[in-house]
């Protein structure tokens, strides 16, 4: 898939001659760098404390069926929203 980024220049620089060192594509390099990074399961969760714990609440049975039903509500009154209203 394609995407775009806003990466820092400075940034841009050093993933392109690090890749470029190690004779491989731009592209790839930023593809292994964040399967590396979901692997050490390091997201952001040192800037939001509470991201440690939104994950245990679908362990919780009562917790799981009441984010289920909340889903519902949600997609149900999506479903209700007329496009026309939009133009």
Request: glycine share 4%.
């Amino acid at each position: 898939m394609k995407t775009t980024l806003e990466i820092p220049d400075d940034l841009f620089r050093t993933v392109k001659a690090t890749a470029a060192s190690q004779g491989i594509l731009m592209k790839q390099f930023i593809t292994a760098a964040l399967e590396e990074k979901l692997a050490a399961g390091t997201l952001a969760q040192d800037d939001k404390p509470w991201m440690k714990f939104a994950g245990c609440m679908a362990q919780d049975p009562e917790m799981k069926a009441e984010l289920i039903r909340i889903e519902k509500i949600i997609e149900d009154e999506f479903g209700q929203v007329d496009e026309d209203d939009w133009k």
